[in-house]
């Protein structure tokens, strides 16, 4: 399963952070899927479940930010968000659109628990935000 391979690298990507930046766990992974991204949000799900109990990851919350797909118009170089894949330009009505983003699957953020800091502040939110 393509899912798999993706969550799996994911993680590994939010083991390095956990590392570099010295943390105990991780409450929360960000990540940002583009409707041409390819990828099925349920399976991401389930492939997570599966796997993020294997790592040091195990309690963290997969939260998955669906971006819209954007584009921009070549002849008016307006840059809108495409609804419903209709590939025409809002502004002019050109249909020389092209497409700039919404295919991503990727990692946007890492909330990272850090024993000293959490002890310092006496906090029990995610103290430290690692970004990608
Ligand atoms: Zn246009």
């Not at 992974?29 to 796997?51: K, T, Y």
Request: net charge negative; hydrophobic share 40%.
């Amino acid at each position: 399963m393509h899912e798999m391979s993706l969550v799996r690298s994911l993680l590994r990507q939010v083991e390095d952070l956990l590392i570099e930046h010295g943390g105990e766990s991780v409450s929360a992974i960000h990540v940002e899927m583009g409707p041409l991204s390819g990828v099925d949000r349920v399976l991401i799900e389930l492939a997570f479940e599966q796997l993020v109990v294997t790592t040091f990851c195990a309690d963290a919350r997969l939260v998955i930010d669906e971006i819209p797909l954007s584009a921009r118009c070549r002849d008016c170089q307006t840059e809108f968000n495409l609804e419903d894949f209709r590939f025409v330009c809002p502004q002019c009505d050109s249909q020389q659109v092209q497409i700039t983003g919404g295919d991503e699957f990727r990692l946007l953020e890492v909330e990272i628990e850090t024993a000293d800091r959490c002890r310092a502040s006496q906090e029990e939110k995610p103290c430290c935000e690692a970004r990608a």
